[in-house]
């Protein structure tokens, strides 16, 4: 593997040279074709209520991390559609979970995001459940029938498994294992050591397309240089990508190099936003004396070293690509994580309850804190001042009212507004239905595999 | 002013990581102790007017133990969505093994005072 795209040709696809069968490796190609899919699926309610009842039920979701309920009796909530969860904390340390609908009338049992409590009491009748999902007590129990009753009816359990840090429900409880379900290759997820790192901010917003769409713009790095230009002097957008079974995916992207794309005029003339990058890893850019293909190899070089002085032991158990670059890893059907050595992005792709041409943005950072002076979050992270990265005060999920902008920093609103007009665009009558590349073809990986659920394939 | 302060509890009664009620003057208040001190607050949530008393508390934060609602044991402000008003909070002090709190001021610094 060249060190820089100019130090050999650079074309796609593209493939970083590590060992086959390897966590960086290049995945076997998968051909999926090129059928052009009928755009109906991004907004029609007929689209959406087939979702309803052949895709979500069947598969695995990510519902929590498990940095967010650590304790016994700790809580959170994941709100998916009009369905709404429990997942706690168990006394045995297992998790469980839990349909958040009162079995007496229905109405939402636990109504915080999260918490930690001994047992939950419905706000309307007072019943009251422990965290194993257990009647506890009826108010004026004397004045019901024992037909309706006796069998003493405690909260709805979802099957949970939890695996490498991430806790998934699956609500028809026919899904295969999880670690079988996964598409990932073994041991993935699992070198990121999620289950270590804190949850430091959730935020939830409200997007203006399918959620489809979301993902769809999520899932390629072809957008960057148009929609986001301000990273081309610092993340390459070509990238490695892999199709993986199950209808998984992840693109590898370099960060802390300019791209291939962009001019290079003198070779010692460093972009800000790798200046940043060189910083957050311990160089001082004033003094750098590398060139400008050498910045992302020299990053991984002093965050490799800054590891073992901290004794930082998960990064040994990274590769030096892991140090310096996002990959970028897509859990199917709505989870695309950027997975990076200092901390995980989990965004969530949530559909809306009623409207197809709605959904939520669930950002959820996870971040590998190290109490050390001489080491600070990577400013790329674009962490808001003020958070307490110790996992000491699990934070709120921040939320924006319908239309109003979100505060999830300049890149991401990009994307924000960016999915607005793909999603007027798509329901045109002049559009016949996308036409995916070579560099999107994760995208296509998923729509594969969505139609698989729907047309009875699986 | 330390005419208001009323010796409340020992801190042998009053264990790191709990919380226990007394009555003063008809009020209802609950003592926390947290890792990062002692706190007084009025015992009730302004969500549905639960008492406090043994909730759980993380941080410098009590849960309310019937719906959870949750609360900053520094100033009372609520965390969350689920209680709209904040919980009075009283100031409290150290003298040897008694844990004083004074009625009188409620919207002071409420950080303990420890020697």
Known sequence: ?458 | MTAHRRPVARLADLPVDSNKAYKLDGHSVLLCHTKSGIFAVDNRCTHQLATLEGGRMRGNHLFCPKHGARFDLRDGSTVGTLAKAPIRTYEVFLEGEDILVDLSGADASMESKKP
């Open chain 1, 1 to 458: 593997m060249g060190s820089h795209p100019q130090d050999q040709e650079f074309k796609f696809p593209l493939d970083l040279g590590a060992p086959p069968g390897s966590l960086e490796g290049r995945a076997p190609p998968i051909d999926n074709g090129l059928d052009v899919p009928d755009p109906s699926r991004y907004y029609t309610p007929e689209f959406m209520a087939k979702e309803c009842q052949q895709l979500w039920p069947r598969v695995w979701i990510l519902a929590a991390v498990t940095a967010d309920i650590r304790e016994p009796g700790d809580f959170t909530l994941y709100e998916h559609g009009h369905e709404e969860f429990i997942v706690a904390r168990q006394d045995d340390g297992s998790i469980k979970s839990f349909y958040n609908s009162c079995p007496h009338r229905g109405n939402r049992v636990c109504q915080t995001d999260r918490g930690t409590v001994d047992s939950f009491t419905c706000p309307f009748h007072s019943w009251k459940f422990g965290c194993d999902g257990k009647l506890q007590e009826i108010v004026d129990k004397e004045t019901f029938n024992a037909k309706l009753v006796g069998h003493r009816p405690g909260l709805s359990e979802v099957r949970t498994e939890v695996l490498a840090g991430l806790v998934f429900i699956n609500m028809d409880g026919n899904a295969p294992p999880l670690k079988e379900w996964m598409g990932l290759p073994e041991g993935y997820l699992e070198a990121y050591e999620m289950d270590t790192m804190n949850l430091v901010r959730h935020t939830r917003s409200e997007w203006k397309s399918n959620w489809k769409t979301g993902v769809d713009i999520f899932y390629e790095s072809y957008h960057l240089p148009h929609v986001h230009p301000q990273t081309q002097g610092s993340i390459e957008e070509f990238s490695q990508v892999d199709l993986y079974k199950n209808g998984f995916g992840r693109m590898i992207m370099w960060f802390g190099i300019k791209s291939h794309r962009h001019e290079v005029e003198d070779e010692r003339e460093l972009d800000e936003g790798v200046k940043i990058m060189l910083r957050d890893a311990g160089i001082d850019p004033d003094f750098y004396d590398g060139k400008v293909h050498e910045t992302r190899r020299d990053i991984q070089v002093a965050k490799r070293e800054r590891a073992k002085r901290l004794g930082i032991g998960s990064a040994d158990r990274l590769t030096d690509g892991q140090l310096s670059d996002g990959w970028i890893t897509g859990l199917f059907p709505n989870v695309q994580m950027g997975m990076h050595a200092e901390g995980v992005f989990i965004m969530r792709f949530v559909p809306h309850a009623t409207d197809p041409e709605r959904f939520y943005y669930d950002n959820i950072l996870l971040y590998r804190h190290v109490d050390d002076p001489n080491y600070d979050v990577p400013t790329w992270m674009a962490m808001p001042d003020g958070l307490d990265l110790t996992g000491e005060t699990r934070p709120e999920i921040e939320r924006w009212p319908s239309g109003e902008e979100p505060g999830i920093g300049p890149v991401l609103m990009q994307d924000y507004e960016a999915v607005e007009h793909i999603q007027r665009g798509l329901r045109s009558r002049g559009f016949k239905g996308p036409l995916w590349g070579e560099q999107e073809a994760r995208i296509r990986h998923f729509h594969r595999e969505l139609d698989r659920y729907l047309d009875g394939e699986k």
